[in-house]
Nanobody
Framework: VQLQASGGGLVQAGGSLTLSCAAC?????????IGWYRERPGQQRELVAR????????AYADSVKGRFTISRDNAKNTAWLQMTSLKPEDTGVYYC??????????????WGQGTQVTVSS
């Protein structure tokens, strides 16, 4: 089982980017939790947004509320992070993270590869 992340890139301030994260590697998966963390230059990794089952409970960092939207497609085991009104301080490496159940391994926390988001002023 792994999380495959994609998206990111370079954008001007005020622009938008969308990150995606797909859980794969087994025919039967249950995504209990999925979301993104980021590491900004000189700072520790922090939670950006996540969705937790049951109940589709969503949480955002205060710094991104109203600008970022997390969503998921359970059938595709995929989540997206739509980022709008981007600011230079959103620059960093974004990591997809999730807790995924598979028959072979049970419920395990996984990290996807980091993807760089750079917002120019």
């Amino acid at each position: 089982v792994q999380l495959q992340a994609s998206g990111g890139g370079l954008v001007q301030a005020g622009g938008s980017l969308t990150l995606s994260c797909a859980a794969c590697g087994s025919t039967f998966l249950v995504v209990n939790r999925i979301g993104w963390y980021r590491e900004r230059p000189g700072q520790q990794r922090e939670l950006v947004a996540r969705i937790v089952q049951p109940g589709e409970r969503i949480a955002y960092a205060d710094s991104v509320k109203g600008r970022f939207t997390i969503s998921r497609d359970n059938a595709k085991n995929t989540a997206w992070l739509q980022m709008t009104s981007l600011k230079p301080e959103d620059t960093g490496v974004y990591y997809c993270e999730g807790n995924i159940y598979s028959r072979a391994q049970g419920s395990v926390d996984y990290w996807g590869q980091g993807t760089q988001v750079t917002v120019s002023s």
